[in-house]
């Protein structure tokens, strides 16, 4: 069952590339005390998270803080390097955070995981976003398969106006 509005998150470990290598952040610290807005997506470097996704998030960054958010969260089933190199690529610096979910624990523990296997992908996340307030989840908006319509930087914009 994929998690709610009202839920938890789970403590799950994600991994993130530093100038110092690859460390690891627990979930309890990423979203403890924190407005948080995550948006996860299927892959890095994928056509619609590499066109639209990802660059909404950083163009719309100073809006979502300005807002209140104090963290922006990227997360994909890649690894470290490849998000951090695909965050290099967008030039998000250090608006949003790039998060891996190698194995995919997180997604398959909020129950959003997505099977491309058949396309030569495996477990994916779904397209999604959710806005987290202390670790508990506030807003979620999760995307039909292959749309984009609910989980974009201005919905969550949106989101955080209607309070």
Known sequence: MAIQEGDKLPSVDLQHKTADGIETINTNELFGGKKVALFALPGAFTPTCSAAHLPGYVVQSDALFARG??????????????????????????????????????????????????????????????????????????????????????SMLAALDAG
Do not use: K
């Open 69 to 154: 958010v104090d963290r922006i969260v990227c997360l994909s089933v890649n690894d470290a390097f490849v998000m951090h190199a695909w965050g290099e690529a967008h030039n998000v610096e250090d608006r949003v955070l790039m998060l891996a979910d190698g194995s995919a624990h997180f997604t398959r523990a909020v129950g959003l995981e997505l099977d491309l296997e058949a396309a030569g992908m495996g477990i994916r996340s779904q397209r999604y976003s959710m806005l987290v307030d202390d670790g508990v989840v506030t807003r979620l908006f999760v995307e039909q398969p292959q749309a984009f319509e609910v989980s974009d930087a201005d």
